[in-house]
T-cell receptor, first 110, second 112 residues
Framework: GEDVEQSLFLSVREGDSSVINCTYTDSSSTYLYWYKQEPGAGLQLLTYIFSNMDMKQDQRLTVLLNKKDKHLSLRIADTQTGDSAIYFCADVSGNTPLVFGKGTRLSVIA | SQTIHQWPATLVQPVGSPLSLECTVEGTSNPNLYWYRQAAGRGLQLLFYSVGIGQISSEVPQNLSASRPQDRQFILSSKKLLLSDSGFYLC???????????FGQGTRLTVV
């Protein structure tokens, strides 16, 4: 079945850029999402990209999509301590529910 | 505006006891509803989803069941809890399967 893979941990210094990577297997994905989960809470949508786009920028966030390699990345510029959280990549195609990766725990060191 | 309520926030239950977690959505009709479980190091596992009243799809065979007695109500149940049922349970809804998912605040279940 569909699979979404992410590295589990990332540690960066405050002010640096963070890059969180994700790979997926479904070649018919229509949307790809990044969700953020703060401790003890549910997930919130951070940003998304249509599968026919290569890049999307939203303030400090940049999403890059390499559809050929089925690779998605999220870059957070000027990372702050408030960005510490778990980030989930997810994709969807057709009428099937969202498939999430295992999540990347981002730790920001002051 | 739409809101999603999930309760209780935390629950400690003995092995073999029953379980009932409830999720309700307000401000929308005919939502797609989902139950996910989040276990440490295992990410989000889709347990059940429903596209309408009485329609439940199960993704993972297990000790749990789900029901949708009303349009905006989704219930996760178990007759006898196992230790392996411990985890963080999240309810979510979407307007369509491909749309943004809105999550509840989650229930931390510890089976002892």
């Amino acid at each position: 079945g569909e699979d979404v893979e992410q590295s589990l941990f990332l540690s960066v210094r405050e002010g640096d850029s963070s890059v969180i990577n994700c790979t997926y297997t479904d070649s018919s994905s229509t949307y790809l999402y990044w969700y953020k989960q703060e401790p003890g809470a549910g997930l919130q949508l951070l940003t998304y990209i249509f599968s026919n786009m290569d890049m999307k920028q939203d303030q400090r966030l940049t999403v890059l999509l390499n559809k050929k390699d089925k690779h998605l990345s999220l870059r957070i510029a000027d990372t702050q301590t408030g960005d510490s959280a778990i980030y989930f990549c997810a994709d969807v195609s057709g009428n099937t529910p969202l498939v999430f990766g295992k999540g990347t725990r981002l730790s920001v060191i002051a | 505006s739409q809101t999603i309520h999930q309760w209780p926030a935390t629950l400690v239950q003995p092995v073999g006891s029953p379980l009932s977690l409830e999720c309700t959505v307000e401000g929308t009709s005919n939502p797609n509803l989902y139950w996910y479980r989040q276990a440490a190091g295992r990410g989000l596992q889709l347990l059940f989803y429903s596209v309408g009243i009485g329609q439940i799809s199960s993704e993972v065979p297990q000790n749990l069941s789900a029901s949708r007695p009303q349009d905006r109500q989704f219930i996760l149940s178990s007759k006898k809890l196992l230790l392996s049922d411990s985890g963080f349970y999240l309810c979510a809804w979407t307007t369509t399967p491909a749309a943004e998912a809105f999550f509840g605040q989650g229930t931390r279940l510890t089976v002892v």
